[in-house]
């Protein structure tokens, strides 16, 4: 079936980097862009970026800028978001999500990852 | 960035009731909204895209209006399963922007 597994929790310290994977499987992986979306506790929801696996483009919210990477792997059909210059407020669940329509009307988050849990202390 | 606005930020309602949530963006969008579920330690689910559409798989008490600038989520008849937090998105621009959110709790 369709499905995002993504890697498990993380604890870091602050000021250090983190790598979150996401592995696509039941469907054609170049075909459809990624997108990242973090939730603080008890907070909403928040979207971090967006990656186009086959040509690897990306675009990051503006807030990020200059310390979220997000790269693709085609051999391996994973994604990755990096995080780095670490601090408390980014400890969160951080999800992976597909988008099945990017630029069109469909352009939703249809399937998502599991979450993985990232503690900045 | 286009600013989601869902009122009311949380709900109190009985099994069997009709429950209806709004999503207010800052700017037309056309139909370019989208709703999710989202339960205690689980990843939200897409209900609703486009607006109106509904997603595979989802009961068809579940149901989206609106356009331009003003949508609607409502529940028909709300099941036990249904209690947990619903949030609006929009999907006409980057960077994408989500509602606060709107939680449904038993009465």
Known sequence: QVQLVQSGAEVKKPGASVRVSCKASGYSFTNYYVHWVRQAPGQGLEWMGIINPSAGTTRYAQKFQGRLSMTSDTSTRTVYMELSSL???????????????????????DVWGQGTTVTVS | DIQMTQSPSSLSASVGDRVTITCRASQSMSIYLNWYQQKPGKAPKLLIYAASSLQSGVPSRFSGSGSGTDFTLTISSLQPEDFATYYCQQSYTTPRTFGQGTKVEIK
Do not use: H, K, L, N
């Open chain 1, 87 to 109: 601090r408390s407020e980014d400890t969160a669940v951080y999800f992976c999500a597909r988008d099945p329509d990017y630029g069109g009307y469909e352009a939703s988050f």
